[in-house]
């Protein structure tokens, strides 16, 4: 069984551009859940995707967007970045049936902005 | 007020010791209580999960979540250096959309 995979690991982008993240769900999930972490705070809730829609989404401004494909791989998209947005994107892979709340993390791509 | 309260530590104990590790809540809507270990620069890996109110036991874990105090713990027995890492409460209701809560982690330090 495939864990739930990120990329890229690292990323440093300057204020203003864009990001695109990507997430691997865990072989037979089909919800991806994004959160982001910043430094010594726990995650808080971006948005989910459930068979490729939007299935709720948190207290995130409208330049974070995300995506979620047939396979239920799923992207993060950041446009004008602020230098607030710097802080570890964990996306979370799960099975979506009602009562199934067990989320599966990867490892996290830390992002940076200058 | 944050609707899950966690003390961020840190916490440390000699190797061998009776961990606890607690959070508070203030949402009644919550089911599901969760808790991760998180190392450093790593992704949260899921420790312990519960349904509503009880205890569950795994090896050398116990979760426990009292609903009428809104109030989870785990216990960590015979803690061991291994165990150093950011513990993390998580909660969500029962509902179809699985959002997690979490705590902002306590930080816990085992001494050999």
């Known amino acids: 069984e495939t864990g739930v995979t990120q990329s890229p690991t690292h990323l440093i982008k300057t204020r203003g551009q864009q990001v695109t993240l990507r997430c691997s769900s865990q072989s037979g999930h089909n919800t991806v859940s994004w959160y982001q972490q910043a430094l010594g705070q726990g995650p808080q809730f971006i948005f989910q995707?459930?068979?490729?829609?939007?299935?709720g989404r948190g207290n995130f401004p409208p330049r974070f967007s995300g995506l979620q494909f047939p396979n239920y791989s799923s992207e993060l998209n950041v446009n004008a970045l602020e230098l607030d947005d710097s802080a570890l994107y964990l996306c979370?892979?799960?099975?979506?049936?009602?009562?199934?709340?067990?989320?599966?993390f990867g490892p996290g791509t830390r992002l940076t902005v200058l | 007020q944050k609707e899950v309260e966690q003390d961020p530590g840190p916490l440390s104990v000699p190797e061998g010791a009776i961990v606890s590790l607690n959070c508070t809540y203030s949402?009644?809507?919550?089911?599901?209580f969760m808790w991760y270990r998180q190392y450093s620069r790593k992704g949260p890996e899921l420790l312990m999960y519960t349904y509503s109110s009880g205890n569950k036991e795994d090896g050398r874990f116990t979760a426990q979540v009292d609903k009428s105090s809104k109030y989870i713990s785990l216990f960590i027995r015979d803690s061991q250096p291994s165990d150093s890492a950011t513990y993390l409460c998580?909660?969500?209701?029962?509902?179809?959309?699985?959002?997690?809560?979490f705590g902002t982690g306590t930080r816990l330090l085992v001494s050999p």
């Open positions: 949402n009644s809507a919550f089911q599901y």
């Open positions: 979370a892979s799960s099975l979506g049936s009602p009562g199934l709340n067990t989320q599966y």
């Open positions: 995707y459930y068979r490729e829609e939007e299935n």
């Open positions: 998580a909660m969500s209701g029962n509902t179809g959309f699985q959002k997690l809560v």
